[in-house]
């Protein structure tokens, strides 16, 4: 029989990752270690993640396999985890959840990792969470949805954004524009439904209606019909809860039929979807703490800044999507505990990441000390894409600007 799954242990932070691509989990590479000296007699701290190296979620799981990647090696250079060397397995889920099952099985009872960065689709963390749990592997989610969160496995914690906080807000900023009435297009994974039914529970709390809530099928290319169904309906906005690959086209078939308005998404609309989307992206409103960028220069943040120069200085390819920011907050936030703890097992680093309160991370500060393993509770933020750029929400609405989008 082949073999059921593929296990890629990465040497080099170069090594092309076009190799996996093509690839199914049943192929395999020679297993090395990633960014841990060869020569070294420490037993190595063993981490390891799934993410969607393939399918259509490949981009935002390859960026934060990068992301992953170069924090391990910068760990490494700083002399490991309270000196001992990270070596990093990493297995392709392709977003598909009962794949991820099977290779977190494969990580945990064969690999005996010693701690894990979860998938950033969080269709895929929830489906494994069980497993994850019972056997007391401590995992720094990387992926939006509450629901994996609401499920109270205590060996699991996330440092970057829950949708179910942003999408409240959302609602509300969509009441404070004047909107009244919505259609909405979703998908029907755990973060797209969870995203939402977040906002359309806000929405009707303040007296928001939804006109219609059209689907669609992860892959579908044309929209036509959800479309014309939705504008039959003469919204006032639109809420598209959707992934990026999706986006691009939805907008370009929807501003097609004519429609000019306000369009809320559920995250960031990323620079490889403004470039897909091209001047329907215009008018696209998101409540969020990232964007992403062309080119460092672009970015005034110091701290992320330096981590886009680090970025593209190892991979010559700045990340497309804020999933690389989300990854590399996980690694980073895990070493700090682990730093504070003064030890890598499992029960003291958990112990440490309770009282982290002040952890600069590249999505702002992270606080653990409220006791409900999210990182971050602030900080959200909120833009408008005009002419292929991000403008800040406050100061689009301060001026009355989104008026023009509401005749």
Not at 22 to 31: E, F, K, Y
Not at 390 to 397: A, F, H, I, N, P
């Amino acid at each position: 029989m082949k073999r059921l799954f593929a296990i890629v242990l990465i040497l080099s932070l170069g090594l092309s990752l076009a190799a996996c691509g093509n690839t199914s989990s049943t192929q395999s590479a020679a297993p090395v270690t990633n960014g841990a000296s060869d020569t070294s007699e420490t037993t190595p701290l063993i981490i390891g993640t799934t993410q969607p190296l393939t399918g259509t979620q490949a981009n935002p799981g390859n960026d934060a396999l990068r992301a992953i990647q170069l924090a391990v090696k910068q760990i490494n250079e700083k002399g490991g985890m309270n000196g001992q060397p990270v070596e990093l397995i990493v297995y392709d889920s392709q977003g598909i959840p009962e794949e991820a099952v099977k290779v977190v099985t494969r990580l945990i009872e064969v690999d005996k990792i010693d701690i894990m960065i979860g998938d950033t689709i969080s269709s895929c963390l929830l489906a494994a969470g069980n497993i994850i749990n019972d056997n007391k592997m401590l995992t720094i989610g990387t992926g939006l949805s509450p629901t994996w969160m609401d499920q109270g496995w205590e060996y699991i914690w996330r440092a970057c954004v829950n949708n179910g906080r942003t999408m409240p807000v959302a609602a509300q900023t969509a009441y404070d524009m004047g909107i009244r009435t919505m259609g909405v297009m979703h998908g029907q994974d755990d973060a797209n439904m969870s995203a939402w039914l977040s906002f359309k529970e806000a929405g009707e709390n303040i007296g928001i209606e939804f006109t219609t809530a059209e689907t669609y099928v992860e892959g579908d290319t044309d929209f036509s019909g959800q479309v014309t169904k939705i504008l039959n309906t003469k919204p006032d906005a639109i809420l598209m809860s959707s992934h990026g690959p999706t986006m691009g086209a939805f907008l370009r078939q929807l501003r097609a039929q004519n429609y000019t308005g306000i369009v809320f998404v559920k995250e960031t609309f990323t620079t490889d979807s403004i470039e897909q989307a091209g001047p329907a992206s215009d008018g696209v409103v998101f409540i969020y703490p990232y964007v992403t960028y062309t080119s460092p220069d672009k970015c005034t943040d110091p701290l992320l800044r330096a981590f886009l120069e680090d970025f593209y200085g190892e991979f010559g390819q700045m990340p497309i999507q804020e999933h690389a920011y989300r990854a590399y907050d996980s690694m980073n936030v895990l070493f700090a505990a682990a730093e504070k703890a003064g030890k890598n097992d499992t029960e003291s680093i958990m112990e440490a990441l309770k009282t982290i309160d002040d952890f600069q991370a590249l999505v702002g500060t992270l606080d653990f000390t409220k006791g409900d393993r999210e990182g971050l509770s602030g900080n959200i933020g909120g833009f408008v894409v005009l002419d292929g750029e991000y403008v800040s929400l406050e100061s689009w609405m301060s001026q009355d600007s989104h008026l023009e989008y509401l005749k």
